[in-house]
């Protein structure tokens, strides 16, 4: 008979081997971008625990106020929905594993940290040993102490990597770190990939609404739209985009381009537009697409917009330029970007931007529940005609 690990028998003794994964746990910091890139790495990582078969712990979503120099860590539940996770893997909120489970599964004196190699530390230290640093810089130590969580050692798990799909990966991991010996395994950044791998991108099913975000999408359609189907768009369109659209040039991919552009760029390659479509292009997209639904729908024709943007909504262009067809365009009173998601998702169209992660996120959650979606710019409008011709002849 194989003997138990210590931190089993000790949670036996407190009562707590009901609730206890012998197999594990994984735990990571989103560290990594804003929503949208941390909702890629959500995926990754929500793969990777199951395949190695350790309970993911959820962290908390990283976000970044005006006027606070630390980021700000908001529990995974105050947006979705943890029971729909459940039917798919093994999950615990962050602050309930370290409450209940942490001081015996993982005591103070046994936190590692976990990165591929050496992560150079920013603070210049004479003498300083090899490690993760996995709290040097802004949102690293904020998150950690959040949770009043310290290192006292750091693990190089290179040359293993978290594509779980196309090898034994997950079998080596678990050679390597068996949870008898490792019960939790923290890194320092997300154990995934970004932009989400293709393999991971339809367990966007599992990431749901919670009731309180989709009563209030439900709630502002219902009380604020025309009644009758509405298009929704994203606008990425603030000064740090422009910036971000420079690449365009020197780049096969960019963000979340992969989504139309294929991973391996089949379906085509960058070009400006397709990153900072202009004010025309857009107007005219949007003309075209109530057009083709009026014709292919007659009896549910496009009445309203719904738009949702960092910094130019377009309201009032949008509003004159769709005056003769009797279409108004409409927006939140106040910037709430989880709330315009969750209205994204349940418009009867969508229009993104096919490099935002920010419209990768609707564009998954649309393909879940089979609703159709659109990228500005995107075939090329040169290449729409002649696609257009060719179906004609």
Not at 23 to 51: E, T, W
């Amino acid at each position: 008979m194989l003997a138990l690990p210590l931190w089993i028998f000790m949670c036996f003794s407190l009562g707590l081997a009901q609730d206890l994964d012998a197999n594990g746990y994984l735990v990571y910091c989103p560290c990594m971008g804003r929503f949208g890139n941390q909702a890629d790495h959500f995926l990754g990582a929500l793969a990777f625990s199951k395949a190695l078969n350790r309970t993911l712990i959820l962290p908390p979503w990283v976000e970044y106020r005006k006027g606070e120099m630390r980021s700000i860590q908001v529990p995974f539940d105050t947006y979705f929905d943890v029971e729909t996770l459940q039917t798919y893997h093994r999950i615990i909120l962050m602050a309930d594993f370290m409450k209940e489970f942490a001081p015996t599964v993982w005591p103070e004196e046994k936190r590692v940290s976990f990165c591929y190699m050496e992560r150079k530390s920013i603070q210049k230290k004479e003498n300083a040993n090899p490690g993760c640093h996995a709290k040097e810089g802004n949102p690293f130590g904020p998150f950690w102490d959040t949770f009043q969580i310290d290192f006292i050692d750091s693990e190089f798990y290179g040359p293993l990597l978290f594509d779980v799909h196309h090898s034994n990966m997950a079998e080596k991991w678990n050679e390597r770190y068996p949870p008898s010996l490792w019960p939790v395994l923290a890194f320092t950044g997300a154990p995934a990939s970004f932009p989400v791998q293709k393999e991971n991108r339809e367990l966007h099913a599992y990431l749901k609404w919670n009731q309180k975000y989709r009563d209030a999408a439900a709630k502002f359609i219902k009380n604020t739209l025309p009644k009758g189907a509405f298009l929704g768009i994203h606008l990425r369109n603030g000064i740090d985009w422009v910036r971000a659209c420079d690449h365009i040039r020197d780049s096969q991919q960019l963000f979340a381009s992969p989504q139309c552009l294929g991973y391996t760029n089949e379906k085509g390659n960058l070009y400006p537009e397709l990153c900072m479509p202009s004010k025309e292009l857009i107007i005219r997209q949007i003309k075209r697409l109530i057009k083709n639904v009026k014709q292919d729908h007659p009896k549910n024709e496009i009445r309203s917009i719904f738009v949702a943007s960092d910094a130019n909504h377009m309201i009032a262009e949008l509003n004159s330029a769709l005056q003769r067809m009797n279409i108004s365009a409409f927006r939140l009173p106040d910037d709430n970007p989880h709330l315009d998601l969750a209205i994204l998702g349940m418009s009867n169209h969508f229009i993104g931007n096919c490099i935002s992660s920010y419209s990768a996120f609707v564009k998954r959650e649309r393909d879940v529940k089979g609703f159709p979606s659109y990228f500005w710019a995107y075939p090329k409008e040169k290449e729409r005609q002649h696609m257009k011709v060719h179906e004609e002849l």
